[in-house]
């Protein structure tokens, strides 16, 4: 009988993907709900093969040292950074991640904060819940018209594009940015390209869609909030460190910014205590994936991508 190859999975993931799991591979460790200390994973790669990690688990240099065995790290994102990338590289150890997949569902988590965040709606929903709503007032929670305004875009690869097509059944003009010359042929001929402060300063809506890289820490700071409309949201489903929380918080008491509408936060999962107090705000759990059919293909995806490298065949979504 031939021995199933060891694979190491960090998190707990969607039963029809670990029902393929366990069919396919020995298991290193039980599959955890929380977050793997650094201990345990270590321990859990120690044997492995070939991992699945998510966004969370930080593979450096001293934690791939610790896994001699180690050929492949299939990460349940589409983003790498929590991965040390050329440390793996110079071991031969394949990286990939799961792009495509999640574009949709997080486009249209993008649109749910931003409608959330305008619209008032988790404030709406406490009043109600609380039972101090006395009635309707025509004064009461009164938000900001979505339709018609403009919609700036930081960042026009597959997620951006997608909230860019949405913008389309709500009238709203476009502008983006993008630090790199795109195709004209792959983008909407309506969706106006600008400078980085023209989409900063014109836009209603600023929706983030850039990885997370030393570049790109801290892109949404003092300065970059300051050119932007007081009456302008923030929204961002991309990383949490692109933005500086501090400044936010400054920015919205002092009436800078009418509010934001974040997914991720830059010392994930602690939020920054301003933010929990600021009703112009709308929270969410790092949800830009979270649908059940979704979630399942990610790991679909990394059981493939694991399965080529043991194999010896390319993997479809190689990143080093």
């Given at each position: 009988m031939v021995a199933l190859p060891k694979l190491y999975v960090a998190r707990l993931l969607p039963e029809p993907v670990m029902t393929v799991i366990r069919e396919r591979f020995c298991l290193t460790a039980a599959p955890q709900v929380g977050a793997p200390n650094r201990t345990a994973l270590r321990d859990g790669l120690r044997e492995a093969?070939?991992?699945?990690?998510?966004?969370?688990?930080?593979?450096?240099?001293?934690?791939?040292?610790?896994?001699?065995?180690?050929?492949?790290?299939?990460?349940?994102?589409?983003?790498?950074?929590?991965?040390?990338?050329?440390?793996?590289?110079?071991?031969?150890?394949?990286?990939?991640?799961?792009?495509?997949?999640?574009?949709?569902?997080?486009?249209?988590?993008?649109?749910?904060?931003?409608?959330a965040t305008a619209r008032r709606v988790p404030e709406g929903d406490r009043l109600v819940r609380s039972g101090a709503w006395t009635g309707?007032?025509?004064?009461?929670?009164?938000?900001?018209?979505?339709?018609?305004?403009?919609?700036?875009?930081?960042?026009?690869?597959?997620?951006?594009?997608?909230?860019?097509?949405?913008?389309?059944?709500?009238?709203?003009?476009?502008?983006?940015?993008?630090?790199?010359?795109?195709?004209?042929?792959?983008?909407?001929?309506?969706?106006?390209?600008?400078?980085?402060?023209?989409?900063?300063?014109?836009?209603?809506?600023?929706?983030?869609?850039?990885?997370?890289?030393?570049?790109t820490h801290h892109l949404i700071g003092s300065a970059e909030l300051r050119l932007m409309r007081p009456t302008a949201y923030l929204i961002n489903t991309t990383r949490g460190p692109v933005v500086d929380e501090a400044a936010l918080v400054a920015a919205i008491q002092e009436g800078r910014l009418a509010g934001a509408g974040l997914d991720v936060y830059e010392q994930e999962p602690a939020l920054h205590p301003g933010l929990r107090t600021l009703p112009q705000v709308v929270t969410l759990p790092h949800l830009g994936s979270a649908t059940l059919n979704t979630r399942i293909q990610m790991g679909m995806i990394c059981v493939q991508n694991i399965l080529a490298v043991l194999e010896g065949r390319p993997a479809p979504n190689r990143v080093a």
């Open positions: 093969q070939a991992a699945i990690c998510t966004l969370t688990e930080g593979i450096d240099g001293d934690v791939l040292k610790a896994a001699p065995h180690l050929r492949v790290i299939a990460n349940y994102a589409v983003g790498f950074n929590n991965i040390a990338v050329d440390e793996a590289k110079a071991k031969g150890v394949v990286v990939t991640n799961t792009p495509d997949v999640l574009t949709e569902a997080t486009a249209d988590l993008t649109w749910a904060l931003l409608l309707w007032e025509p004064t009461q929670l009164l938000g900001a018209d979505v339709c018609g305004k403009t919609l700036g875009i930081i960042g026009m690869g597959r997620i951006g594009r997608a909230v860019a097509r949405r913008a389309k059944g709500f009238d709203m003009p476009v502008r983006y940015y993008n630090r790199t010359t795109l195709d004209p042929s792959t983008l909407n001929d309506q969706w106006r390209p600008t400078s980085w402060q023209e989409v900063l300063a014109g836009s209603d809506f600023i929706s983030l869609h850039v990885p997370l890289t030393a570049e």
